[in-house]
């Protein structure tokens, strides 16, 4: 057991986007968008996440609602199959959280690191509430 408690502890930081208080997009949704993308396919998207379709074409339904445009285009069957693939504005939603979440934790970074806390977690998470435009 670890007998240094300054140590142990650890700070986290969520991260998510809202539109009018309602979840646009997380890391959850950002892996659906991904995995999307990677399989080409939305019910393989969800085996590989190991999550039901259902909770997909929800996800996918909302933010799509809460943006007013189409995340994710999809095709049925034929010859080839059918598939799914992220429009430009899903592949533009990724980005800016990308660079949202990159953005904060390296904020946050710099002052736990003055307190003198050492080797932050690359996953780390920080809970905290901020609207986009205020200071």
Known sequence: MND????????????????????????????MLNAIDENGSIIEAARSL??????????????EKSVGKALVKTHRGGGHGGGAHLTAKAHELVKEYLEVTRSFHQEASVPLQSMGVKNLPPNGRICHSVKMGEQ
């Open 4 to 31: 240094n408690k300054d140590e142990r502890w650890s700070v986290r930081l969520k991260i998510w986007l809202e539109i009018d208080g309602l979840p646009l997009m997380g890391e959850g949704r950002m892996a």
């Open 50 to 63: 190991g999550i039901p379709y259902r909770k997909i074409r929800g996800a996918i339904s909302a933010m």
